[in-house]
């Protein structure tokens, strides 16, 4: 069974930068794409980022604020976050990226909430 333990989100002020951690067991991220998504009340959840073997590819409106990176030994997933905008605040979760066998993945941890004040 996989666990995802997101952590690191925080209230910050526009401009500022956060570093998110997520705890993952039950699933190797050396071995899986995995991915930040992000989810605003109302909303859908969305990608903010993927590892995958082809590299890291961001959505849209990272612009290049955004790192992902992992630490196989620790099978723990990061993303720096930099230049925060109030349109970053949301519930940012981790998790494996969807997979064309495997679909969407159907179960997340309790996320880490991300508020950006202007």
């Known amino acids: 069974q996989v666990q995802l333990v997101e952590s690191g989100g925080a209230l910050v002020q526009a401009g500022g930068s956060l570093r998110l951690s997520c705890e993952v067991s039950?699933?190797?991220?050396?071995?899986?794409?995995m991915a930040w998504y992000r989810q605003v009340p109302g909303k859908e959840r969305e990608l903010v980022a993927a590892l995958t073997t082809l590299g890291t590819h961001f959505g849209d409106f990272v612009k290049g604020r955004f790192t992902m990176s992992s630490d196989d030994a620790k099978n723990t997933l990061y993303l720096q976050m930099n230049s925060l905008t109030p349109e970053d605040t949301a519930v940012y979760y981790c998790?494996?990226?969807?997979?064309?066998?495997?679909?969407?993945?159907?179960?997340w941890g309790q996320g880490t909430q991300v508020t950006v004040s202007s």
């Open positions: 998790n494996r990226d969807w997979d064309p066998k495997l679909g969407a993945p159907t179960d």
């Open positions: 039950g699933i190797s991220v050396r071995f899986n794409s």
